[in-house]
């Protein structure tokens, strides 16, 4: 399919030409921000805890950074109808490994998220599967206008379904509660009867709390991160107190690049807590600056879907930048305690190879569908 043989020069020069160069540059900006944070959040110290070399983790996350800047623009520049078509086969490749997990997956740290391939790197197959959800979902919705729009949902519904079982089963609520957001926000857009998704939202929150009554051995981690959330007191909450402490220890101005101690004390401080590291590095400043970035990205493409007259790029656009959204408001919840722990990393700027492809693939669509030569509101070049 992806075919960079042929014509190399005058491809890249179209897609230069076609490419919105606003939403690529801060793409590209939050990459190089992530990087840079890695090295000042994956420290000596946590290397010599690790017994791994002193810039061990900051030159993984640069190999990384490489692959996904490489796959953005792979992706970014191929034709719009061809990735169209090939992207659900991606999707339905990523949904096997993520069945697979249960018997060939890692277990770290009581939860079952990871595969552990020979010769490859751990990876999390969720983080590939979430865009392509998207792309999978938004298909699913606008195909075949004959057929009954509630039968439409019906059908993407019981593919969250799917999906949402065997993430609870890892156990990774935060991925089901991120999947569940983005998919009620895609059906909500699409005009969905509000009653029947509220009814839909209760029946959702319903499984849950029968899941962690019926099964507190695997589920009671959850009621418990909500009673330590509401009653500090109640149960471990040491990172997400340290979280905060540091946060508020960094102020408006920061501590200055190398002086935050968070790093140091909290393990998955450039993983799960990497907006605290910066809030305590570079200050509050900087992580409204970083805020900004994301919700200036998120306009940048609302734009085009208001020039978008094809329903599935609007569905589909909306979808992505909601699952950006949605995350980065998640990530940050938890760690100024908003939100109980759910284990979910910052898109573009924690450390992790999976995060940082899924993001690749997500900024990649984004690109491709608004690109001017794959809208129909735009004359082909």
Do not use: C
């Amino acid at each position: 399919m992806f075919n960079f043989d042929r014509e190399n020069t005058s491809s890249i020069a179209k897609w230069w030409r076609n490419i919105d160069k606003a939403i690529l540059f801060l793409f590209v900006f939050l990459f190089l921000l992530g990087l840079f944070f890695s090295f000042s959040s994956t420290s000596s110290m946590l290397a010599e805890k690790m017994n791994k070399q002193t810039y061990f983790f900051f030159t993984k996350h640069l190999i990384f950074v490489f692959i996904a800047l490489f796959l953005l623009v792979i992706i970014s520049i191929q034709d719009r109808n061809k990735l169209i078509k090939f992207l659900p086969y991606l999707f339905l490749i990523s949904l096997l490994l993520l069945f697979l997990i249960p018997l060939f997956g890692a277990e770290v740290k009581g939860s079952k998220r990871w595969m552990d391939i020979p010769f490859l790197p751990r990876f999390q197959p969720i983080e590939l599967i979430k865009p392509l959800f998207i792309i999978f979902i938004a298909k699913i919705i606008v195909r075949n206008e004959k057929t009954n729009i509630y039968r439409r949902y019906l059908y993407s519904f019981l593919v969250l379904l799917l999906i949402v079982i065997f993430l609870i089963n890892q156990p990774d609520l935060g991925q089901t509660l991120l999947l569940v957001l983005t998919w009620i926000t895609m059906i909500f857009v699409s005009g969905f009867n509000m009653v029947v998704l509220s009814i839909l939202g209760l029946v959702f929150l319903s499984i849950i709390a029968l899941l962690i009554f019926f099964f507190p051995e695997k589920f009671g981690y959850v009621f418990l991160r909500i009673k330590t959330f509401i009653d500090p007191k109640a149960g471990d909450n040491f990172q997400s107190q340290k979280a905060l402490d540091a946060i508020k220890q960094g102020g408006l101005t920061g501590q200055g690049m190398g002086e935050g101690i968070l790093k140091d004390n909290v393990p998955e401080s450039h993983t799960d807590y990497i907006i605290a590291v910066i809030s305590e590095e570079f200050g509050a400043v900087f992580v409204l600056f970083i805020v900004i970035i994301f919700l200036f990205i998120g306009y940048k493409v609302l734009n085009k879907v208001f020039l978008e007259k094809d329903e599935f790029l609007k569905l589909a656009l909306l979808g992505l930048v909601s699952l950006l959204i949605i995350q980065t408001f998640i990530h940050i919840g938890v760690n100024i305690r908003l939100l109980p722990t759910t284990g979910m990393t910052l898109p573009f700027l924690s450390y992790g190879g999976s995060s940082l492809i899924g993001s690749a693939f997500i900024a990649g669509i984004i690109l491709n569908f608004t690109r001017k030569d794959s809208t129909r509101y735009f004359k082909n070049d």
